[in-house]
């Protein structure tokens, strides 16, 4: 995690079933709140489905948050790792954010915020959802494509690409109001704000 400051995005590579793209997810450690944001609500308008098939840190957690359950599943190797939300400060460590991490929990489906609440709450310290726990709350990959859940799973690995996801424009600022303003998502939801994009 300390090197965490340095990653600005990660974005999936994408490959194309025949019914839909798929979006694989097998070592993410996290990022901007805003570019995950951005990523998963493309995900989410496309209708892409997002195949977590290892390690989803951090920001990456907003796939299960953002995107609908009928479009995600997990794997028996997904691990989603959950901590509160921080920015970098000036003297180069970590700021705390309690108002941008009530803002992750306000998005988190219900299931997964009584997880955490039961796990200590959202800290400094990274907490793991895995096994049976994770696959009660997100839909197993092998059974959501028996059960007719979209084509094939796209075989594809994770690659960083710095940047990838920021970019200005329109866009960005729907996002950005998307994870200030909850309701965009979630409508019946508080509208907490999050005065910077530089929250992790």
Same mark, same amino acid.
């Given at each position: 995690?300390?090197h965490?400051?340095?990653?600005l995005?990660a974005?999936?590579?994408?490959?194309?079933?025949?019914?839909?793209?798929?979006?694989r997810?097998?070592?993410?450690?996290?990022?901007?709140?805003?570019?995950?944001?951005?990523?998963?609500t493309q995900?989410?308008q496309?209708g892409e489905r997002?195949?977590?098939?290892?390690?989803?840190?951090?920001?990456?957690?907003?796939?299960?948050?953002?995107? *609908?359950?009928?479009?995600?599943c $997990?794997? %028996?190797?997904?691990?989603?790792?959950?901590? !509160?939300?921080?920015? &970098? /400060?000036?003297?180069?460590?970590?700021?705390a954010?309690p108002?941008?991490?009530r803002a992750?929990?306000?998005?988190?489906p219900?299931?997964?915020?009584?997880?955490i609440?039961?796990h200590?709450?959202l800290?400094?310290?990274m907490?793991?959802l895995?096994?049976?726990e994770?696959?009660?709350?997100?839909?197993?990959?092998?059974?959501?494509?028996?059960?007719?859940?979209?084509g094939?799973?796209?075989?594809?690995?994770?690659?960083?690409v *710095?940047?990838a996801?920021?970019? $200005?424009? %329109?866009?960005t600022?729907?996002?950005?109001r !998307?994870?200030?303003? &909850? /309701?965009?998502l979630?409508p019946?939801?508080p509208?907490?704000?999050?005065?910077s994009?530089?929250?992790?």
């Amino acid at each position: 995690m300390r090197h965490i400051a340095l990653l600005l995005a990660a974005a999936a590579s994408i490959s194309m079933s025949s019914a839909k793209a798929d979006m694989r997810i097998t070592g993410d450690t996290g990022g901007l709140i805003l570019q995950y944001a951005d990523r998963f609500t493309q995900a989410r308008q496309s209708g892409e489905r997002i195949v977590i098939d290892g390690a989803c840190l951090s920001a990456c957690t907003l796939a299960i948050a953002m995107v *609908p359950r009928e479009q995600v599943c $997990a794997t %028996s190797r997904a691990v989603l790792g959950f901590h !509160a939300a921080w920015r &970098p /400060s000036a003297s180069g460590g970590r700021a705390a954010s309690p108002e941008a991490t009530r803002a992750m929990m306000e998005l988190y489906p219900t299931e997964v915020r009584q997880w955490i609440g039961r796990h200590g709450g959202l800290t400094t310290h990274m907490i793991y959802l895995r096994g049976r726990e994770l696959t009660a709350i997100v839909p197993d990959c092998a059974t959501a494509v028996a059960a007719g859940g979209g084509g094939s799973v796209a075989v594809a690995r994770t690659r960083r690409v *710095p940047g990838a996801v920021a970019r $200005a424009g %329109s866009q960005t600022r729907t996002v950005a109001r !998307a994870v200030r303003d &909850p /309701s965009v998502l979630r409508p019946e939801m508080p509208r907490p704000r999050l005065a910077s994009q530089q929250w992790r």
